[in-house]
């Protein structure tokens, strides 16, 4: 089966809770139609989750329950690259007090 890892806001927020933000995007082994068909997700360019074609097992940090997250410096990468605003205040607050720069 596919494996998942979130990313960008949704892993933030399970990392540190201070901002949620309206889109998921998650790293999958597998993007493929069949998996989409799984997830029941709809082509969407605006939609609000974006799935991402895992580049190794490096995106597959850490397991917080049910979930499993990716690494803490992609988290952030990936709010700074939002064109929200609040995700990039929310990308400092990350920096500080996760990753600790």
């Given at each position: 089966p596919p494996r998942f890892a979130l990313t960008g806001a949704p892993a933030a927020n399970a990392l540190h809770p201070y901002y949620?933000?309206?889109?998921?995007p998650l790293f999958a082994t597998d993007t493929s139609p069949e998996t989409r068909r799984l997830l029941r997700l709809l082509p969407d360019r605006d939609g609000p989750i974006t799935l991402l074609k895992a580049f190794g097992?490096?995106?597959?940090?850490?397991?917080?329950?049910?979930l499993t997250v990716?690494?803490?410096?992609?988290?952030?990468a990936e709010l700074l690259q939002s064109a929200d605003p609040r995700a990039h205040e929310a990308a400092e607050e990350f920096r500080r007090e996760v990753i600790g720069h």
């Open positions: 949620r933000g309206p889109q998921t097992d490096l995106v597959f940090w850490r397991e917080l329950g049910s990716a690494p803490p410096w992609l988290v952030y």
